[in-house]
């Protein structure tokens, strides 16, 4: 193998390994190597999101709990740049609001961008997979067809600012606090 592919047979041995590890194939001694039949559908995280549809106080609970979380984490690494486009987000936001338009884009870019300042790509798909959770509910849709008046998305931009102001101020207890009140 090693002078097939024209390298030394340390780094076929390494690549083996590394295969191995990966479950992808199985070394017996004396018997040689085998490649694992591979299952032919892995459950990934969207047919989880496709098949659960949550209730509006259970996402909303588990938004409180993570996203303060990632606030207050968010809170020790923001940059001024940082800042300056969680602003720019709220001013689109607002503008949003101000037309009538019931779009929500930039509510989602808001607290993406708080989990993007953490530089965390877990806790990034966690807040993804939130937003999808709430996207996909047909629970949340539901109660959002019965709430005609949006004046309650005027109270969110009062605590999206007061969640920039604790960002700012670089305090995690602060921004956790204020992410809580969503």
Known sequence: MAEHFNVSRTVIREALIMLEIENLIEVRKGSGIYVIALPQHTASNDDFLDKVDVGPFELLQARQL??????????????????????????????TLEQGDEDYVADEDFHLTIAEITQNEVIIQMQKALWDLRVNSQMWKGLHTHIPNQSYRYLWLQDHENIITAL???????????????
Do not use: H
Not at 72 to 87: C, G, H, N, P, Y
Not at 172 to 181: E, I, L, R, S, Y
């Open 66 to 95: 993570l996203e303060s979380s990632i606030a207050e984490f968010a809170a020790l690494q923001v940059t001024r740049a940082d800042i300056t486009k969680l602003k720019d987000i709220l001013a689109t936001e607002r503008k």
């Open 168 to 182: 700012q101020r670089k305090d995690p207890a602060m921004a956790k606090k204020q992410c809580g009140n969503i």
